[in-house]
């Protein structure tokens, strides 16, 4: 009992000591000039601005740069993760800064292995934020570019919280991966081997507002084609008739309405484009005026999108309606 009664009060002792020193040592406190508390950003990235307006950013970003300019938009630091706290949805990165206002632009993408993007125009000692800029990498275009996340944000840490101020980045894809489907008006075969599948564009430079910067055409291939069965991808019970359709995929940088993108389909047999089209018009055609979104808002939320072109008997585009993300659509008159 005695030895009880002696742990109990030396228990709350010490916690008194413990409390005492959390007080001369608190922010806010006389003694702040003595013990400097520690103060700047918690900032959580999100990534919602998607068809559905849910947070994907833990499930579909794999590593993240972040870059910090201060009041004037001079560049002071540089901050990357790759590690899997990016996959927890309570992560934010925390960042020791003085007060003051600061920019931030964010990258998810371009710290991977596999990135597809890299800085164009890399941020320097006191470089400006406005020179930053994105490109594509060299022989991406072709193959299935991984994906690619731009984020900007302005924020401003009070000299009077001494804590981390709470910021959430905003996040916007900026890869887009296109299925084009083939398939005859008489269910017979099409193989999608047997034609060319390409996308033009002048989007492989991206600059600090992730825009497109004009002078860099490219032309993107299908980095995949083939066959696939209706009834191979039936996932119902009911038996579907067996219809071959051929298939071609493409991955873009950013559609954006200041480019023209043209989608070209080539027939190897008939040595002809049955196929040439104004990519970002047609995708346009499945935008429902419910949703309320600007043309730009909605090509930015789509980042997967599966276009279906019926043809006729001579394999030549039965230019009346197409599918767009399972959306059947007429076609009405677009100017080429």
């Keep these: 009992m005695q030895l009880k009664q002696f742990m109990s009060k030396q228990t709350v002792a010490l916690a008194v000591a413990l409390t005492t020193a959390a007080t001369l040592t608190s922010c806010g406190s006389v003694f702040d000039d ?8 918690s900032m959580r990235f999100v990534y919602d601005y998607n068809l559905d307006g849910a947070n994907a950013f833990p499930s579909q970003v794999d ?5 910090i300019y201060d009041s004037e938009g001079r560049h002071l630091t540089t901050v990357t993760e790759t590690s899997t706290s990016l ?16 920019h931030a632009i964010a990258y998810g993408g371009i710290s991977c292995d596999k990135a597809s ?32 996340f731009h984020g900007a944000v302005d924020f401003t840490v009070k000299p009077v919280d001494h804590s981390y101020t709470s910021v959430t980045m905003p996040m916007t894809k900026t890869t887009n991966h296109l299925r084009f489907l083939l398939q005859q008006l008489d269910n017979q075969p099409v193989d999608g081997r047997d034609y060319e599948f390409y996308i033009t564009d002048d989007n492989t430079e991206l600059d600090h507002r992730n825009r497109p910067v004009a002078g860099h055409p490219i032309t993107y291939h299908a980095w995949t084609t083939g066959q696939v069965s209706t009834a191979d991808a039936n996932t119902e019970s009911r038996a579907v008739e ?11 940088s950013r559609l954006h309405l200041s480019t023209s993108p043209k989608l070209t389909i080539y027939s190897k047999q008939s040595q002809q484009n049955i196929i040439e089209i104004p990519l970002n018009s047609y995708l346009l055609l499945g935008k429902s005026e419910a949703d309320g979104w600007s043309n730009q808002e ?19 585009w039965a230019q009346t309606h197409i599918i767009i993300n399972g959306w059947t659509v007429r076609i009405p008159t677009i100017e080429h």
Aim: charged share 20%; with cysteine.
């Design 34 to 41: 003595l013990y400097p508390c520690a103060e700047g950003v």
């Design 117 to 148: 993007f890299a800085h164009a125009t890399e941020p320097g000692a006191s470089s400006h934020y406005t020179q930053i800029a994105m490109r594509l990498k060299d022989g991406q275009a072709g193959t299935r570019l991984h994906d690619h």
């Design 242 to 252: 067996d219809v071959k359709v051929g298939y071609g995929e493409v991955s873009t």
């Design 298 to 316: 909605y090509l930015d939320r789509n980042s997967r999108w599966t276009i279906t072109f019926l043809l006729d008997r001579n394999n030549q």
């Design 87 to 102: 996959s927890d949805e309570n992560w934010r990165m925390q960042l020791d800064l003085p007060a003051g206002s600061y």
């Design 63 to 67: 590593c993240l740069t972040l870059h």
